[in-house]
């Protein structure tokens, strides 16, 4: 979500004429856009930020804008007084105040309007490459901001706000101008993207929105992310089995296999359910590949209950899980009324035991790829290698001197490990 809202800031700093800069101190404007999801990542967002301390002190002209959950929905916030050499706070997916505060700063200052037209783009992790108009393969765009489904740990719906659907007569002329511009995959997102038109009865389903983004010519892949268990219907994963373009590719969190914890986490499903859910997707979506979200040391976890997630995991082999350590965030159900009991040390040993017994079941999921030939989505070359990805989301690396770009090619799988594959094309 916040690649794509970064995406959004970079148009709309492109339309205002600025060109994007690789070499972060040597922009003009600084995006820093922020998760706070869990500590680590505000604190990476925080460090992030003291780093471009130096370079505004050197250059006092210099626009520092934040943006992101770290400022929230609600603009009174106190980051004005803890971060004072931040020009400009926005909230989540909003460019507005960035925008507006530079078309000031250029009716005031004619030779900022002239010279100063530099971007760059950070988050909390990695500096993103930016908006490079026909550069990228694979694109995002938000169908559903915010949440209303209160799980008790998780901040996002006190910072993206309520849920609210994006209309169709945005969503496609938007995926329609990124084909036009190059893009060939396009992911759709939403904290619970299977609720897509839920509050807003004239739109149509997400399942329909496929089937008329799958339209698009030029339009390789689609893929929708991130799911929420009650919400996927038959209807849904119907489409998933047979639009071509609709990649058997589902992203299902999961987050814990004990139903005492999924209740205290308040997501509204059993282990039990979840375990069902899995057998209908593969039922219906052949060689479907399914991704799970996982929270170890919630409070009250005990080391039974985590072992019920454990098991669930080894039963259910799922292709890829993204694993957290709870976090106690400020403000959220949990973080008031439940200590935050599982020691570091604890939540650390789940963690890695999950992490081993994940790396077992990708081998082994990745294994069945050898020797065959998958359609290729190619990306980006690293070093010598081609970047690609599998309709099942799967890294496929390839030697070869030519220009693969953009292309959709079949591939010979020739190695296969734990995280991503080797492969020959196909002549
Ligand atoms: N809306 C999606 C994903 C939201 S955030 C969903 O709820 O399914 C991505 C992931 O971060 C979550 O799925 C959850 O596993 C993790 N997460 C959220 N809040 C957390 C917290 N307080 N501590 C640890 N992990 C958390």
Redesign the pocket.
Known sequence: MNEADSDRVASALERLGYTFSPVIEEADVIVLNTCV??QSAEEKAVGRLTTLLPTKRQRPDLVINMMGCMVGIKGDNPLHKRFPYVDVFSPPSDPGPLVEFLIQRDIQDAEAAETARRYALMDSDLTLPGLLVGKQVSGFIPIVYG?S?A?T????PYRRGIEKSRPPEEIIPEAESMVAQGIKEITLLG??VDRYGKDEPSYPTLAKLLERLSQIEGLERLRFL?S?PNWMTDELLEAVATLPKVMPHIEI?N?AGDDQVLANMRRGYTANQYRQLVHKIRERIPNVSIAT???VGFPGETAAQFQNTFDLLTELRLDMV?L??????KG?V?ERMLPDDVSEEEKWQRFRAIERLQGEVMREIHARYLSQTVPILFEEKEKKRWKGRTPTNKLVFVESADDLHGKVLPVHITWTGPWSMLGELVE
Do not use: G, K, L
């Open positions: 999801v869990r949440c489904h799980c740990y998780c901040i996002i904290q619970i991130t929420h969190p987050q979200d996982i929270i993204h957290a350590r709870y976090s106690p965030r959220t949990s």
